[in-house]
């Protein structure tokens, strides 16, 4: 509806979230309504990676319930559309789809996986759409079309398995889900224990869901290494926590790269007793801003939720974007993207600033010690945020490309 200038308009309530505009013409009063801003929301609601990505659609919910409560974006709301991608990389990328071409979002929050992520990677870049991916990951890729608000290998893979290799010593063992993180990951650590001097005794994956645990127990039994580096995805986490226990390793140094608080108090991480985390943000950290996330997040999902690096790194997605669309004055997805690179903001882990060469976030990296209440008491960190680097670079990405085709099974 196109309204002269010479149209007065007034202000009139809002109906079922929806910013009403009244206007006047000829003495007659008609109500237009400014349709929201809608936000795509992609996550596994169901399936083996349900416990670990429900918390996330969470943190996206409060950072918009909270820009509503200011005043929404550009005088209207925004509204988040719902997908459950059902822990299914294939309909990951069919709902990425559904959600740009049919709900016609502005932008699209979602995935835990990487084989979820490298399945919607391709949706975006067709659609010249915008992700936001809040999980720590491999590295060894960067779209156009992605922001990644998570952690890449040099913020958290390589310097957690030096951590891990100077505390607990270097004979290593692997164990991990059987899909692209896990494998890319433990090339690297396998390529920074070769270069130290250690060895890695065992490697061993998991279908992602998969409870079959006991003969990697075993195998990790007999090898006796100084340290596992776990980076099991999911519910699998459950049984091999429970079955190391029962085994009488609860001693055994494990660092998990995948596990966050929600994550240890759902499968019972804190029953090891010497088990880590490594992550950029821990729920337990001091300062005002962690304080006012934690309350409110707690305040309106629950007193008992626990919230864990990928939690916030969700939220501060939303948070980033919001920023973005105030400063371009727009939702239109190129003009955001654009100002995206120039943005940063206060955080709850710290400042939260977007490196625009490589679209990722300038990270602290933490270790934290997992406490029977699925909380962290952090035991190191880095001295400042590591600035992102997808291909870590102490090798040249053509090293890396030939060192990955070398490794792929």
């Not at 929600?262 to 090891?272: S, T």
Request: one cysteine or more.
């Amino acid at each position: 509806m196109i309204v002269k200038k010479h149209h007065r308009f007034i202000a009139a309530p809002a109906l079922t979230g929806i910013l009403i505009i009244a206007v006047v013409m000829a003495g007659r009063y008609y109500p237009v309504a400014k349709v929201p801003i809608k936000i795509g929301v992609l996550h596994s609601l169901t399936g083996t990676m349900a416990v670990s990505e429900k918390p996330l659609v969470d943190a996206v919910r409060l950072a918009v319930e909270e820009i509503n409560e200011q005043g929404g974006l550009l005088g209207q709301t925004v509204e988040m559309v719902v997908a459950d991608g059902k822990s299914d990389p294939e309909l990951f990328a069919e709902e990425a789809q559904r959600l740009i071409e049919k709900e016609q979002v502005s932008v699209l929050f979602g995935c835990w996986t990487s084989a979820c992520r490298k399945a919607v990677k391709p949706v975006v870049e067709k659609h010249r759409h915008l992700l936001f991916y809040p999980m720590q990951y491999e590295g060894m890729e960067q779209s156009a079309n992605i922001l990644y608000t998570g952690s890449a290998p040099n913020q958290q893979i390589v310097p957690g398995t030096r951590w891990a290799m100077h505390k607990f010593g270097q004979r290593v063992y692997l164990v991990g889900s059987d899909y692209v993180f896990p494998r890319t990951a433990n090339i690297i650590i396998g390529d920074l224990v070769n270069a130290s001097g250690g060895k890695v005794l065992g490697e061993r994956y998991l279908p992602l869901g998969s409870v079959e645990v006991e003969a990697i127990v075993e195998n990790i039994a007999r090898e006796k290494p100084d340290v596992v580096l776990n980076t099991l995805n999911g519910d699998s986490n459950a049984a091999f926590f429970s079955v190391l226990a029962k085994a009488g390793l609860s001693t055994l140094p494990l660092i998990s790269f995948s596990v966050d608080e929600g994550g240890m108090q759902a499968w019972n991480g804190g029953q090891l007793t010497r088990h880590y985390g490594v992550w950029s943000y821990f729920q337990s950290l001091p300062g005002e801003d962690n304080y006012r996330f934690v309350t409110a997040y707690r305040a309106r999902f629950g007193a008992d939720r626990v919230i864990g690096d990928p939690v916030e790194a969700a939220y501060v997605g939303v948070k980033l974007w919001a920023q973005a669309v105030r400063d371009v004055n727009s939702s239109e997805t190129v003009r955001v993207d654009s100002s995206l690179m120039r943005q940063s903001i206060r955080s709850p882990s710290g400042i939260a600033a977007v490196d625009a060469d490589t679209r990722h976030l300038w990270k602290m990296m933490r270790v934290g010690k997992a406490r029977p209440d699925g909380q962290f008491d952090q035991v190191f960190a880095s001295g400042a945020p590591l600035r992102p680097s997808p291909w870590p670079d102490y090798r040249s990405r053509d090293e890396w490309r030939v060192l990955l085709d070398r490794g792929r099974p």
